[in-house]
């Protein structure tokens, strides 16, 4: 029995579809399961020397009226941590949130020790979920965390209030009028999908890590400065109506990575500018 084959919880959706395809190019043996399958997880996990937990069913906004969603997120993580403890060589990544666990960072850009002061329910879940994770990283599991940054790039699907890069690229395509909550001076992180990918299968190259690791690009725009970058992209002009700002919403957030590029002597490649041409291309053509 093999313990060389990786485990994607939550493998269908944008991170995961894209990790899985890496790590099937590279010939690793590669499980996606969905939260809906927890009756196979049993049957799976055995089998898999990595696990990389993605899954997650709320997104910032979804849960910010009713708490109470982000309970399938806790309960689902908390099965998964109690079937690992009779796996002590499995090594789990557990994705968390690097754009909301900070809440506003006192300072910036926020590194892997800046205090968990998250500002809305998802935010909070995440730290929950980090909090279970150390519980079983200090009995001497392998565990990972990750906080990514604003996660865009080719294969991301358009989520009602969720990615900013892809829904400004939909109103775009679609000319339709363009929301932001606030004056669109909310500073922001943002990470293209291949960087993401590289540095995720890095650490599944190192099966004893147990390190948190911020993953990001290290350089903050505000969103009215990523909407001149899609208008210029794009070649088109975004129709924007502007709301009173939300409770909850972070003003700022940048993150530090340099514990990771240490690590895996990583760095993000990807500007934004060209990212988001890439993801215009893609969406135009897939999309």
């Given at each position: 029995?093999?313990?060389?084959?990786?485990?994607?919880?939550?493998?269908?959706?944008?991170?995961?579809?894209?990790?899985?395809?890496?790590?099937?190019?590279?010939?690793?043996?590669?499980?996606?399961?969905?939260?809906?399958?927890e009756?196979?997880?049993?049957?799976?996990?055995?089998?898999?020397?990595?696990?990389?937990?993605?899954?997650?069913s709320?997104?910032?906004?979804?849960?910010a009226?009713?708490?109470?969603?982000?309970?399938?997120?806790?309960?689902?993580?908390?099965?998964?941590?109690?079937?690992?403890?009779?796996?002590?060589?499995?090594?789990?990544?557990?994705?968390?949130?690097g754009?909301?666990?900070y809440?506003?960072?006192?300072?910036?850009?926020?590194t892997?020790?800046?205090?968990?002061?998250?500002?809305?329910n998802?935010?909070?879940?995440?730290?929950?979920?980090?909090?279970?994770?150390?519980?079983?990283?200090?009995?001497?599991?392998?565990?990972?965390?990750?906080?990514?940054?604003?996660?865009?790039?080719?294969?991301?699907?358009?989520?009602?209030?969720?990615?900013?890069?892809?829904?400004?690229l939909?109103?775009?395509?679609?000319g339709?009028?363009?929301?932001?909550?606030?004056?669109?001076?909310?500073?922001?992180?943002?990470?293209?999908?291949?960087?993401?990918?590289?540095?995720?299968?890095?650490?599944?190259?190192?099966?004893?890590?147990?390190?948190?690791?911020?993953?990001?690009?290290?350089?903050?725009?505000?969103?009215?400065?990523?909407?001149?970058?899609?208008?210029?992209?794009?070649?088109?002009?975004?129709?924007?109506?502007?709301?009173?700002?939300?409770?909850?919403?972070?003003?700022?957030v940048v993150?530090?990575?340099?514990?990771?590029?240490?690590?895996?002597?990583?760095?993000?490649?990807v500007?934004?500018?060209i990212?988001?041409?890439?993801?215009?291309?893609?969406?135009?053509?897939?999309?």
């Amino acid at each position: 029995m093999t313990r060389n084959d990786v485990l994607l919880l939550g493998g269908a959706g944008f991170i995961g579809a894209a990790l899985a395809a890496r790590l099937k190019q590279v010939n690793k043996p590669v499980h996606v399961l969905g939260r809906q399958q927890e009756a196979q997880l049993e049957q799976i996990l055995p089998r898999c020397g990595t696990v990389v937990h993605l899954a997650c069913s709320t997104t910032p906004g979804a849960s910010a009226t009713n708490p109470g969603m982000e309970l399938a997120n806790l309960t689902f993580t908390l099965r998964l941590l109690d079937l690992l403890k009779s796996q002590p060589e499995t090594h789990l990544i557990f994705f968390s949130s690097g754009g909301t666990v900070y809440g506003n960072p006192r300072m910036l850009p926020a590194t892997e020790d800046s205090s968990l002061t998250p500002l809305s329910n998802y935010g909070a879940s995440k730290a929950s979920q980090e909090a279970f994770c150390n519980a079983l990283r200090a009995a001497g599991h392998f565990i990972t965390i990750i906080r990514p940054s604003n996660a865009y790039g080719p294969g991301q699907t358009m989520k009602s209030g969720f990615g900013l890069v892809r829904t400004m690229l939909e109103h775009a395509r679609a000319g339709t009028p363009l929301e932001i909550w606030g004056d669109g001076e909310n500073i922001r992180d943002f990470i293209y999908i291949d960087d993401i990918v590289d540095a995720t299968v890095g650490l599944i190259d190192l099966p004893k890590d147990s390190g948190t690791y911020n993953l990001g690009s290290g350089v903050g725009l505000s969103i009215n400065q990523v909407r001149g970058i899609v208008e210029a992209q794009c070649g088109r002009s975004l129709h924007t109506i502007f709301w009173p700002g939300r409770y909850g919403d972070v003003r700022s957030v940048v993150l530090d990575s340099s514990r990771l590029q240490k690590k895996l002597d990583w760095q993000p490649t990807v500007e934004l500018a060209i990212g988001i041409a890439r993801t215009w291309a893609w969406l135009n053509t897939h999309g």
